[in-house]
């Protein structure tokens, strides 16, 4: 079986395209590529079969089946990940289907969303270059090689490859810093039809430890929007804790977009209620509940927090904000306080003497 498909491949290339149709030989092609999908050849020197029709001008359908065939096989073909590794770094890459753009633009999604699949059986060095040329490249506005096409397949790639087991630490760090430079690279600004990437993003970030997710998604003034929604993400995935809402709220109070962050974390803490993980369960929420309590009536005392309590404790915590300093809260939140409070009627712990005559103010 092997020996005929060496002869018969090798027989195409020879012919060439000028004496032998793209279309026939793509009948001997496919099945190959898609046999090779679910199943590993036995030993093929693969180099000396597909490098011709690589270079011929068959067409870009032949160049990706080749392409197919080399990422499927290079788990177990040494040769075939060797040939693979040289079409995956420039020059070789850029001069993929030449004759038409977007013709080498399905050939690269291919090549960014099967990085999973062979990302492990190239050398270092074509992994740097792939990374560096085309994957982390496509988000630079800047750069001749910049596709927003292209980078729903990067993220993708790079996502999936983020989750390989045991990657070696050369690699893992390759992966974690073209991470960090695509955050870095996407706008603050979040755009409805780019939200996918940010997402994906998220997810690279949710496989690195809680020191290397927080040390690339940095909330600084220039990252405001994109930093925080990230961090929510991971929030409301469980990834990180909900004490996290906390620290984004202590930015979102000094930024002139409020109603966007405002949005952001009610969507987060909605998702929150519906993950069902250790951080997010009714506990650790009303944890972090009761922790926002202390912040905030530590920001209208200036004080130290308040302690975790029960209903009668709230009751209490709601009379001493709305008795802060006048400097501390305006008049419509105290308003507002009141309201709540009175809202309260209803309740035992409200009917007690002591606690309706001061909500009354008699």
Known sequence: MMLLMRFIIFFLSVAGPESLP??????????????????????????????????????EEIQQLCL????????????????????????????????????????????????????????????????????VAVFKAASPLSSPELRPSALQGLS?????????????????????????????KIRRNDLELYITVAKCLSEMTDDEASRVAQITKSSVEKGAFVRLYLVSQGRFPLTGLTDVLSVAVQHREKDTLAWMMLHCLYQARI???????????????????????????????????ALDEFIDWLFSIME???????????????????????????????????????
Request: net charge positive; hydrophobic share 45%.
């Open 22 to 59: 793209p279309s026939l030989l793509k009948v001997v092609m496919k099945p190959i590529a898609t046999v090779g999908e679910s199943y590993q050849y036995p030993p093929v020197n693969w180099a000396s079969l597909l490098s011709p029709l690589m270079r011929l001008n068959f067409g």
């Open 68 to 135: 197919e065939i080399m990422v499927t096989q290079a788990q177990s073909s040494q040769n075939a990940a060797a040939l693979l590794g040289m079409w995956v770094i420039p020059p070789l890459m850029d001069g993929l289907s030449v004759e038409k753009a977007a013709i080498k633009l399905n050939i690269k999604k291919y090549l960014l969303a099967s990085v999973p699949l062979w990302i492990k059986h190239v050398s270092d060095e074509q992994i740097m270059g792939f990374v560096e040329s085309l994957m």
């Open 160 to 188: 999936q490859a983020m989750k390989l087991p045991s990657p070696t630490h050369h690699l893992w760090s390759l992966l974690s810093e073209a991470t960090g430079k695509i955050f870095d690279l996407l706008p603050n």
């Open 275 to 309: 993950v069902s993980h250790t951080n997010t369960g009714v506990l650790k929420r009303m944890e972090w509940l009761l922790e926002l309590m202390g912040y905030i009536r530590s920001v209208a005392y200036r004080s130290a927090s308040v302690q975790n309590v």
């Open 324 to 362: 802060s300093p006048k400097e501390g809260l305006s008049t419509k939140s105290r308003d507002l306080l009141k309201a709540t409070l009175l809202s309260l009627r209803i309740l035992p712990e409200f009917k007690k003497k002591a606690i309706w005559t001061r909500a009354y103010g008699w």
